[in-house]
Nanobody, 122 residues
Framework: VQLQASGGGLVQTGGSLRLSCAAS????????MAWFRQAPEKQRELVAG???????KYADSVEDRFTISRHNGKNTVYLEMNSLKPEDTAVYYC?????????????????WGQGTQVTVSS
């Protein structure tokens, strides 16, 4: 099972980026797919998650700026990030776990992608 994240980069404050995470090796029907991020010297935190049925959950800090979506047929999850701020700078990881609801703790996720760097300049 592999999760392959892509789409990170350098962007100015107020800009946008779209992250993608393609899953292979199994179907992720019935799995929550999520994006976490980790900034230097900070704990990994949930950014957004989406259930197989499309229920979403966001961190308060990204509510109304980020949108998570998934294409079950393609086993792919997306994170549309708008109005980016310097504090959004981090390595972003996609993750998956078998669950009917989005879980906050990264320890509860079974599968992880390799991470993609997002840097927002001021």
């Amino acid at each position: 099972v592999q999760l392959q994240a892509s789409g990170g980069g350098l962007v100015q404050t107020g800009g946008s980026l779209r992250l993608s995470c393609a899953a292979s090796g199994r179907t992720f029907s019935g799995y929550v797919m999520a994006w976490f991020r980790q900034a230097p010297e900070k704990q990994r935190e949930l950014v957004a998650g989406i259930t197989s049925g499309g229920t979403t959950k966001y961190a308060d800090s990204v509510e109304d700026r980020f949108t998570i979506s998934r294409h079950n047929g393609k086993n792919t999850v997306y994170l549309e990030m708008n109005s980016l701020k310097p504090e959004d700078t981090a390595v972003y990881y996609c993750a998956a776990t078998r669950s009917t609801r989005v879980l906050n703790s990264p320890r509860l996720y079974e599968y992880w992608g390799q991470g993609t760097q997002v840097t927002v300049s001021s």
